[in-house]
């Protein structure tokens, strides 16, 4: 079983910066793809970022494009998620999420397991 801690939400104004963690344990973070969601009120959670087992190959919703960068470190268990040039439609509950296998990594049933979620607040 893999649990996942997600860390680094907070209270930010318009054009500022977050770091988001995601601790992983259970399992050796290299046989997991990784990815973030997020999750606004009123709204079905959706796909931000994905990276590859060895961080090769990493992709990225439309609306973070040039914003946010994913990242991970395998040897600290921990997969990163560095959100610059924050806007208020930003504000949402990002949910770290792990895959052992499959093609897919845009779906949110595509990945085996999620962290608890971490607040993001972007004022304007």
């Known amino acids: 079983q893999v649990q996942l801690v997600e860390s680094g939400g907070g209270l930010v104004q318009a054009g500022g910066s977050l770091r988001l963690a995601c601790a992983a344990s259970?399992?050796?973070?290299?046989?997991?793809?990784m990815g973030w969601f997020r999750q606004a009120p009123g709204k079905e959670r959706e796909f931000v970022a994905a990276?590859?087992?060895?961080?090769?190959?990493?992709d990225y919703a439309d609306s973070v494009k040039g914003r946010f960068t994913i990242t991970r470190d395998n040897a600290k268990n921990t997969v990163y998620l560095q959100m610059n040039g924050l806007k208020p439609e930003d504000t949402a509950v990002y949910y770290c999420?792990?895959?052992?296998?499959?093609?897919?990594?845009?779906?949110?049933?595509?990945?085996?397991?999620w962290g608890q979620g971490t607040q993001v607040t972007v004022s304007s």
């Open positions: 259970g399992r050796t973070f290299s046989t997991l793809q």
């Open positions: 999420a792990a895959k052992i296998g499959g093609a897919g990594f845009v779906r949110d049933y595509d990945y085996d397991y």
């Open positions: 990276i590859s087992r060895f961080g090769r190959f990493t």
